[in-house]
């Protein structure tokens, strides 16, 4: 059986299900036409749909065309290239709740370094404009929304007919099993594994070459960047940065180690996330604004160091964990718990909790710094739209629910020990508050 993920009552998991299959992929292209041809205004675009309607939403949706089929498709085989081609250290992810340990091969930096080159390379010399990619956004967007979901089908599909592993099964309802998926681990062959590819190596790339190429598109058109998007790329470029610098350490997070191949986190990565995450930068195109250097500075340094620690969140809990809690935290020996749980096998295992550090402030601190960190490279945009924000929106909602989905299969996994731990570490997110 397929454990569904679900936190909230049946009904209510359904219906979010059903809404976010129906009304993702138009919001997309909604958000691309508003930023692009609408001068980010909502108002003007919901004037132009009150006034042409159903048919007006058909008109301004692209078409995929032969070049933005070409350009993904040069761009995914690339990166699955360099996944599977480039070489890197062999890590070990968790172990799955059907005993089997993943084996991954750790070339991130060197995928994220190449493939950054490479871009900045071709439009140095003139070989491709990075312009174009912008020019055919809509086009692109499009084809990715459709071609993603095929290739979710293609994964509900060979869940049932080839699995990966023996972290897979049907939890009897078509639509829960395409939405979340059938597999935890699905690889094409021994080595390529699929979820690392959306997830990391065309998601979290993608959202770097697009940062790149706002910038580049404003550059091509007023011969010169302003201090916003300069602010806006920088800082978007640390994080995903820091995001293949750890990308180890993401192996072992909700995305990859609980939640399955589907729709979900597939699609979502393939088009969510390049589309989405992207979306200040993409606003800042037509709309540059000049901070001045000081406030430019300000905004840099704030949002580095929001990165810097979630950065450090991370890396306290993974040496820790690492050492078995035998390492400082804070210059101190740790504070923890030692959790026993019982495998779907029946065998008993152990885990330490940490309780100090960072993770002794809330239980979910480090997405406290992300979101400051969003807030940070979209703020350059100032506030005279709304849509620039609705990223920092989203991801808060995000963070929030996934901290409760994470807080409730612990709370499952470890019982009583759980308890324990929350009694020490009594807020989920921000300390003090929640």
């Known amino acids: 059986m397929a454990e569904t993920n679900t936190v ?48 007006g939403f058909i008109n301004i949706w692209p078409r995929p065309t032969a070049l933005a089929w070409k350009i993904i498709a040069c761009y995914a085989a690339f990166e699955a290239a360099l996944q599977l081609l480039l070489p890197g250290k062999r890590v070990e992810g968790p172990i799955s709740p059907q005993g089997n340990r993943p084996i991954y091969k750790a070339n991130g930096v060197a995928a994220y370094i190449v493939t950054l080159v490479t871009y900045l390379g071709l439009w140095w010399f003139g070989i491709f404009n990075p312009s174009i990619v912008y020019d055919h956004l809509g086009e692109i967007f499009s084809a990715l929304i459709f071609g993603s979901f095929f290739f979710c089908v293609f994964l509900y599909i060979k869940g049932h007919v080839a699995p990966s592993s023996t972290d ?3 939890c009897g309802n ?8 059938m597999e935890l681990y699905p690889r094409i062959g021994k080595n390529f594994d699929i979820k690392v590819f959306t997830n990391c190596r065309f998601g979290m790339m993608a959202w770097a070459v697009l940062a790149l190429t706002y910038c580049i598109k404003q550059y091509d058109q ?17 994080y995903v940065t820091k995001f293949f610098w750890w990308e180890a350490g993401y192996w072992n997070t909700m995305d990859i180690a609980h939640d399955r191949a589907g729709f979900y986190i597939c699609w979502g990565c393939l088009v969510w996330v390049p589309s989405l995450y992207t979306s200040p930068g993409m606003y800042l195109v037509n709309h540059p604004v000049n901070l001045g250097t000081q406030l430019a500075i300000y905004i840099l340094v704030a ?10 969140c991370d890396r306290q809990r993974q ?8 390492c400082t935290v804070w210059g101190k020996a740790p504070s923890k718990i030692v959790a026993s749980y019982t495998t779907s096998s029946g065998e008993t295992k152990s885990s330490l909790l940490l309780t100090s550090g960072w993770w002794g402030l809330s239980r979910h601190f480090h997405y406290v710094p992300e979101i400051l960190a969003a807030f940070f490279w979209t703020v350059p945009a100032l506030f005279n739209h709304f849509l620039p924000y609705f990223y920092v929106i989203f991801l808060t909602i995000l963070l929030f629910d996934r901290a ?9 996994k470890y019982g009583k020990y759980w308890k324990l731990y929350c009694e020490k570490v009594p807020y989920r997110i921000i300390p003090g508050i929640y």
Do not use: E
């Open 168 to 170: 897979s099964g049907s």
């Open 303 to 312: 949002g580095i160091l929001c990165i810097y620690i979630n950065y450090d």
């Open 174 to 181: 078509i639509i829960m099993d395409f939405y979340w998926g």
């Open 222 to 238: 007023n011969g010169k960047v302003a201090d916003s998007m300069l602010v806006n790329t920088i800082l978007m470029l640390v």
């Open 404 to 412: 409760k989905r994470d807080d409730d299969r612990c709370r499952s």
């Open 319 to 326: 040496v820790f964990r690492r050492t078995n809690g035998k």
């Open 8 to 55: 909230h009552s049946p009904i209510v998991t359904y219906a979010s299900m059903l809404s976010l299959l129906a009304f993702c992929p138009p919001f997309v292209i909604l958000l691309w036409y508003t930023m692009v041809h609408a001068d980010g205004s909502v108002s003007q675009t919901w004037d132009f749909l009150k006034q042409h309607g159903l048919q």
